[in-house]
């Protein structure tokens, strides 16, 4: 039954997330955003959604294990995982400013939650520090995309439009209400299910929460990202593949944990910082080469990566 709730949790999460997504988005174009900041924002925020309402319902209900667990784990499935099954189908050469600005941006970040994972506790002041930094990069990204608008002259709002899959700004305003609300209903109902369900995992099973958040949430809240990832690959895009990955893991180590920390301090497992946090750190460290010289993550080296992660969640269980 715990298995049952864990999943149906995550089902709940995703379609809530992209209920809200879909339906936020279409309320601002209806109120004349212009696209490019609805992607920048509302996109954004909203695709990590369900990471935010784990995170959030963890740390009220006194389990650290499963907050910080999801986020540190997540963090390493992004890369070791979401870039290796798609590197075994087409491979990926990151290049472009773009994902050297966001790459320092991931860097900042993992160097700041991972100063703050060392101390044991993350507190209600660093809460705000992470918050603070993935706003700068929020602000960042609407910097760079106005800046980019204002350069190219005559705005093609179709092709901004054809930025924000499935943006329908002429939806009813009724199935936008309906679309929000089944967000707004869901993802605190998901949440609830999916961390029930790890803590009841756990304690079947005799493994800590942090364990459970670190393999089975953690790969659970990585398939959204997992899916998007190898569409993009098979349509070339590496550019969108690296971004949703670097761009999950800012938000997942600033946004997600920030948050959590502003409702109550996290204590940090011991696991975590023995083991996990410096798997994460390796694993972040290991894009920056790919990234900064623009070297293709091929069929090989997404080999080394899914098997580097079969033998992580290994040792992690066992």
């Known amino acids: 039954m715990d298995l049952f709730y ?19 988005v279409a309320l601002s174009l209806r109120f004349g955003i212009p696209a490019i900041i609805v992607s920048a924002t509302v996109v954004a925020i909203g695709t990590s959604a369900p990471e935010l309402l784990i995170g959030i319902k963890a740390a009220l209900e006194g389990a650290p294990g499963i907050a910080l667990g999801n986020v540190v784990g997540s963090n390493i499935a992004n890369v070791l995982l979401v870039l290796g099954v798609p590197a075994l189908l087409a491979p990926l050469a990151p290049c472009g400013e773009d994902a050297h600005r966001n790459l320092y941006f991931m860097i900042a970040a993992t160097v700041l939650f991972s100063a703050l994972i060392l101390t044991g506790t993350i507190p209600l002041w660093g809460g705000v520090v992470l918050i603070l930094l993935s706003l700068v990069m929020i602000a960042d990204s609407l910097r760079i995309g106005l800046a980019a608008r204002a350069a190219g002259g005559e705005v093609d709002e179709a092709a901004e439009l054809a930025e924000l899959e499935d943006a329908d700004p002429n939806m009813p305003s009724w199935k936008i209400a309906l679309l929000v609300l089944v967000g707004i209903i869901g993802l605190p109902l998901g949440a609830d299910f999916l961390v029930s369900g790890a803590r009841g995992i756990a304690l079947s099973i005799g493994v800590s929460e942090t364990v459970i958040g670190l393999t089975l949430v953690a790969i659970g809240t990585s398939l959204p990202e997992l899916a998007t990832t190898v569409v993009a690959a098979l349509r070339n895009q590496a550019d969108v593949a690296i ?41 972040s ?24 992660y079969v033998i992580y969640v290994y040792i992690a269980f066992f």
């Open 243 to 283: 971004g949703n990955v670097i761009g999950s893991n800012i938000f997942n180590a600033t946004a997600i944990v920030g948050a959590a920390a502003m409702v109550t301090p996290l204590e940090v497992p011991a696991e975590i910082l023995s083991r996990d946090l410096w798997v994460m750190i390796a694993a």
């Open 6 to 24: 864990l999943i149906f949790g995550l089902a709940v999460l995703v379609g809530a997330g992209d209920s809200l997504v879909r339906g936020a």
């Open 285 to 308: 460290a290991v894009l920056v080469p790919f990234v900064l010289l623009c070297r293709p993550i091929g069929r090989m080296v997404g080999v080394g990566f899914l098997g580097a």
